[in-house]
């Protein structure tokens, strides 16, 4: 039984369903959760919690991610990325100019209001987007506030005067909840274009970079020479995000039963989710109590 985080190179074409379901084979583990859903045909970092690890799947979720894509200007589809229809064509006869696309990238950073594609799993109502787009329902699409870090242009534009199209490669670094092909349609609408995302792929979430991750076969290989532990991400790596306090053994018996504490039992007041250890393991995640403001209360029991 493995206790952490596994960061996976999903590949294109596997749902994230499929590759905890494929996880769940190779390591004889049904304790197994993602921190993240990746579309099919985007390929990347997907982090995977294993035994006490799926515990951190909620406040991993809430965490900043980093893709690097294309965009491509001339036509959108309706789903905003290559594998749709195409709803609009105008010709690219001449490539913007890089001031004019590093201006317009530039203004989209900060937090913006997003509307998400109609091909999306957003729920409105009890139903996902994509459902009323099968069924042809109309429906109002919420607004949702994002906040992107940074959006930056990696390469020259790319006419194609056969195809009046032009493209370019681009970084983000973006907020949960971000729709990065929807970013990517509204960066062409700024400069005139109809446009879709016609590349994706996810460097970096959960606190995990696309270095530490290891695909499906390599899983599946250390599995078989018994060494996959040494690349698992443990419990105290991973809430190396928040702050620590050390415990003594007192103290310990109490955290380990999950007893409520006054706000000011460790000294200073606990304000924030804090990860508490005793002799370098942690024990438990605890946090202001929500309807009692002089007492603190677990978040997390590892």
Not at 9 to 22: A, R
Not at 50 to 73: A, N, P, W
Not at 267 to 278: H, I, K, M, N, V
Request: with cysteine; charged share 25%; proline share 6%.
């Amino acid at each position: 039984m493995y206790h952490g985080l596994l960061p996976i190179w999903k590949e294109k074409g596997l749902t994230s369903h499929d590759v905890v379901f494929k996880l769940r084979k190779i390591l004889r583990m049904k304790r197994i959760g993602h921190t993240g859903t990746l579309d099919p045909d985007v390929e990347g970092v997907l982090v995977v919690c294993l035994g006490k690890g799926t515990k951190l799947v909620e406040t991993l979720m809430d965490s900043d991610k980093v893709y690097r894509g294309e965009v491509t200007f001339g036509f959108a589809t309706d789903t905003e990325d290559a594998s749709g229809q195409i709803t609009e064509r105008t010709r690219v006869t001449q490539s913007p100019s890089i001031e004019s696309i590093d201006q317009a990238m530039a203004s989209m950073v900060g937090e913006i209001d997003q509307v998400p594609p109609m091909y999306s799993a957003v729920k409105v109502n009890g139903m996902k987007l994509y459902e009323y787009t099968r069924q042809n329902i109309p429906v109002e699409r919420p607004v949702r506030r994002v906040t992107i870090r940074s959006f930056q242009r990696l390469s020259q534009p790319l006419g194609d005067p056969v195809e009046g199209t032009c493209k370019f490669n681009f970084e983000v670094c973006c907020s949960k909840g971000t729709y990065v092909r929807t970013l990517a349609v509204d960066l062409a609408k700024q400069l005139g274009y109809p446009g879709h995302m016609s590349q994706l792929v996810r460097l970096e979430t959960s606190g995990c970079q696309a270095e530490q991750a290891l695909t499906l076969e390599e899983v599946e290989q250390l599995q078989a020479s018994d060494t996959l532990a040494t690349r698992i991400v443990s419990l105290e790596q991973a809430v190396q995000r928040f702050p620590q306090r050390m415990l003594n053994e007192e103290d310990a018996v109490k955290i380990q039963h999950g007893q409520v504490l006054p706000r000011d039992y460790f000294g200073t007041p606990l304000s924030e989710p804090t990860a508490l250890f005793y002799q370098d393991k942690v024990l438990a995640i605890y946090q202001p109590h929500p309807q009692k403001p002089d007492w603190i209360k677990p978040m997390i029991m590892f």
